[in-house]
């Protein structure tokens, strides 16, 4: 296999494209699910932590985050749900996904706001039944997994909701970190079914999208503003920060895309991302390679096709029944680390957020399973020279999951057909078959961003 950078053509957007909404047996089959990995593990009860940057877990269940507040749902071993709730988000609970009693706490509204309905958490708690509960799990977003210790004692809730929790429960009662079970190894979330996997679809087209036409806007004096405009879309919010950056970046420990203008020779990286999809680029604004910087006049061998080759061999040997660290020892051996400088794991799953965990890391023997959403999330570090990337997402499904799709979703299956073909047709990689591109511009990589009909592909 070679890496050619030549004339290539672009791939095919895909416009209104209509977002799919959760079904109520997806909501069900959700519920059940985790009710199911409770009494495996013998959790009593559950309290599942939601704010605004880290409210995909209590999303799962309910269908929304409580925004700029924060939100309890106690889950019991029964089935029995309770929301805990703030001033503003009071009227949500009507629209919940999963029936739910509603109690109000205003030690969840914002600074200053009444405080009607004043009563210690610890009482409302205990009207929920958790000082009768033997073993209560705590699910905020993070699922610690620590070289040493015991990552079941560490807690990312608020210290006063954990303090109140605490004062609530039995002295022989015990408290553990539960978000394994939403996002660990065989986690209720890991997983997607048909219906999940059409309305992730929606955010990973429309990323790509708004990356395809950013890509094209590239020119000399245009301002990082102009092209952050672009990797917005149809109002939807983000699962990432927007990066539009050209040049040297953070100065003055900026994030955010400014009116800093192009110029030509600049390195320049873009990344956007929203439910379910994320897509990213880095490359130089240039059109040819004898404008590269002189100290990095080799970067398109040495950086930019070895990352390719990298992506190319993680699409075309990702397996349903693969084990995440074979998959790792895979990018150790075309991409080593020693030499490429990566040390994040090449791969990750997606879901409402843009990294919810990874079976891919060292020794891993977590199972790759069908219905897992992934980012291909590959990053060189290479000191003196600048990256590369073409970050995007994929489906892994069997051939049961596959012809589910087709069925109940023929327009998605017709646009994951087409981004197939494009893999292998086009672009030349030999795509595994459990493989479903879900953006459009999956392996598409125009590493000098001023040649706009060039880009890199596989030649066998």
């Known amino acids: 296999m070679a890496i050619k950078f030549g004339p290539l053509t672009a791939p095919v957007k895909f416009s209104d494209v209509e977002p799919v909404s959760l079904s109520d047996d997806t909501l069900l089959k959700r519920k059940n699910t985790l009710l199911a990995g409770m009494k495996r593990q013998g959790f009593d009860s559950l309290v599942i932590y939601a704010d605004k940057e880290h409210g995909s877990n209590f999303e799962y269940l309910t269908g929304f985050i409580p925004r700029f507040e924060e939100g309890l749902l106690l889950l019991d071993q029964s089935g029995r749900c309770t929301l805990v709730l703030g001033n503003e988000n009071l009227k949500l609970a009507r629209f919940s996904r999963v029936a739910a009693s509603l109690v109000h706490t205003p030690f969840f509204s914002l600074p200053n706001q009444p405080m009607e309905n004043e009563v210690p958490l610890e009482q409302l708690f205990a009207d929920a039944g958790l000082n009768n509960s033997n073993k209560v799990g705590l699910v905020g977003w993070k699922m610690f997994t620590p070289a040493a210790g015991n990552g079941h004692t560490l807690f990312d809730l608020p210290y006063f909701i954990v303090d109140a929790i605490k004062r609530t429960m039995k002295d022989d009662a015990v408290l553990e970190n539960a978000v394994h079970l939403f996002i660990g190894d065989h986690g209720a979330r890991t997983t997607c079914n048909a219906n999940e996997i059409a309305h992730y679809e929606y955010g990973a087209n429309l990323a790509s999208n708004c990356m395809l036409d950013a890509l094209n806007a590239i020119e000399v004096g245009v301002r990082e503003t102009e092209l952050g405009a672009l990797l917005s879309g149809e109002g939807q919010s983000h699962s990432v920060v927007t990066i539009a950056a050209t040049g040297s970046r953070f100065a003055n420990a900026n994030l955010y895309p400014t009116y800093k203008k192009i110029q030509r020779g600049d390195p320049l990286s873009l990344t956007t991302g929203f439910k379910g999809g994320l897509s990213s680029r880095s490359g130089f604004v240039i059109a040819e390679a004898g404008e590269l910087p002189q100290s990095q006049s080799d970067y398109l061998d040495r950086i930019a096709k070895p990352y390719f080759g990298a992506v190319v061999a993680w699409l075309e040997n990702i397996r349903v029944g693969t084990r995440g660290g074979m998959l790792y020892d895979l990018i150790e051996q075309v991409l080593p680390k020693q030499h490429f400088g990566w040390h994040l794991n090449p791969g990750h799953l997606v879901a409402d957020e843009e990294w ?99 880009a890199l592909s596989v030649e066998r």
């Not at 020794?363 to 000191?383: F, H, N, T, W, Y």
Request: hydrophobic share 45%; proline share 6%; glycine share 4%.
């Open 356 to 454: 919810m965990s990874s079976p891919i890391y060292p020794r891993s023997v977590e199972v790759l399973k069908s219905g897992m959403m992934l980012q291909i999330d590959i990053i060189p570090a290479v000191a003196g020279y600048s990256g590369a990337s073409a970050e995007e997402c994929v489906a892994l499904a069997d051939t049961a999951l596959q012809v589910e799709i087709r069925h109940a979703y023929p327009a998605l299956w017709q646009r994951i057909e087409t981004r197939r073909r494009y893999l292998r047709e086009v672009i030349g990689i030999q795509l595994s078959a459990d493989v479903l591109p879900l953006s459009n511009s999956v392996a598409y990589l125009r590493p000098f961003f001023l040649a706009k009909h060039q």
